[in-house]
């Protein structure tokens, strides 16, 4: 079994930051690309930004700039500093990372539970 379990998510003013946190956990055999998405209310999923497993990334432009998106290998585990946020991140932030579990012979995308972000005064 493997699970994605993120952490960090809350009520933050704008302009200010908030890291999110998201751990891989289980029968892991590899894991490639890692990333964040998210999804406000009455509108689709979006990807935020991406990290490949030798450390690439891509971002979205409306974060471009103000997010950081950062894994750490040995901790199967990806992070996201958001800084400068606006009301316009808030939404449900999740985790997703393409893992080849030990039991199988072929890759899969998992997601996480999804986090809360609310920008707000």
């Known amino acids: 079994q493997v699970q994605l379990v993120e952490s960090g998510g809350g009520l933050v003013q704008p302009g200010g930051s908030l890291r999110l946190s998201c751990a891989a956990s289980?029968?892991?055999?590899?894991?490639?690309?890692m990333g964040w998405y998210r999804q406000a209310p009455g509108k689709q999923r979006e990807l935020v930004a991406l990290?490949?497993?030798?450390?690439?990334?891509n971002y979205v432009d409306s974060v471009e700039g103000r997010f950081t998106i950062s894994r750490d290998n040995a901790k199967n585990t990806v992070y996201l500093e958001m800084d400068n946020l606006k009301p316009e991140d808030t939404g449900v932030y999740y985790c997703y990372a393409q893992i080849r579990p030990r039991y199988r012979e072929y890759t899969g995308n998992y997601w996480g539970q999804g986090t809360q972000v609310t920008v707000s005064s």
């Open positions: 990290i490949t497993n030798d450390g690439a990334t």
């Open positions: 289980g029968s892991i055999f590899s894991i490639n690309d």
